[in-house]
């Protein structure tokens, strides 16, 4: 199964309001995870990254969380606005099966759609 | 606009039949990446490359096959089609691997197999 994934497939906030999106890792090896939005009809786009050697890293209106201790990642968007709507996708660095020891696929969870209420 | 080009955009094709989906990496990126995205699976990894050599592989079947080539374009080659190979495909590239950057992605090439 998914070594990566959101515990909910959908989150309606409300303009305005913060967004916090969650995500659960298994692989306690990785050491690079990366949020990436994905609009409609668009590639996936980098929002922003952390290490495991980072609890927290702040962007501009997003903040990352990483909970090593319980595997588990959050993306937090401040003051949402009409264009974070989108599905957002958590990613750890993991080593492939068959990569020859490249690490270098990421893995994807399955997406959350944040929806924006007016 | 990520500076990631993939081409065609669309394509319908009939079970049985191959088809080859094109990538041109931003410039400077040596690494690119093939994932696939479909409705109930989300975005899985492909394959790697790293300056025209295999870096990693995810899942891919044995009917797809990928290159990459001296002036750093890539090739995904998927050849006797089924229906559940209809997914978005993404082409991503990066200046060396993962861990090193970001991911840049591409628009996409949507194959409908009928």
């Known amino acids: 199964g998914e070594s990566v994934g959101l515990h909910l497939p959908t989150l309606s906030v409300q303009e305005g309001d913060n967004s916090i999106i969650n995500c659960a890792y298994s692989?306690?090896?990785?050491?690079?995870f990366i949020w990436y939005k994905q609009e409609s009809g668009k590639g996936p786009q980098f929002i922003i990254d952390i290490r495991s050697n980072m609890d927290k890293r702040q962007g501009q209106r997003v903040t990352v969380l990483l909970n090593k201790t319980v595997k588990h990642l959050s993306l937090q968007i401040a003051a949402t606005q009409p264009g974070d709507s989108a599905v957002y996708f958590c990613?750890?660095?993991?080593?492939?099966?068959?990569?020859?020891?490249?690490?270098?696929?990421?893995?994807f969870g399955k997406g959350t759609h944040l929806i924006i209420q007016p | 606009d990520s500076g990631v080009t993939q081409t065609p955009k669309h394509l319908i094709t009939a079970t049985g039949q191959r088809v080859t989906l094109r990538c041109s990496p931003r410039?400077?990126?040596?690494?690119v990446y093939w994932y696939q995205q479909s409705l109930d699976q989300g975005l899985q990894f492909l394959i790697q490359y790293y300056n025209g050599e295999e870096r990693a592989k995810g899942n891919i079947l044995e009917r797809f096959s990928a290159q990459q080539f001296p002036d750093l374009h890539s090739e995904l080659n998927l050849s006797s089609l089924e229906l559940g190979d209809s997914a978005l495909y993404f082409c991503?590239?990066?200046?060396?691997?993962?861990?090193?950057?970001?991911?840049?992605f591409g628009e996409g090439s949507r194959l409908t197999v009928l």
């Open positions: 692989n306690s090896a990785s050491d690079y």
């Open positions: 991503a590239s990066s200046v060396g691997g993962v861990l090193t950057g970001e991911l840049f």
């Open positions: 410039s400077g990126d040596l690494s």
């Open positions: 990613a750890e660095n993991k080593i492939q099966p068959n990569s020859g020891g490249g690490a270098d696929g990421l893995t």
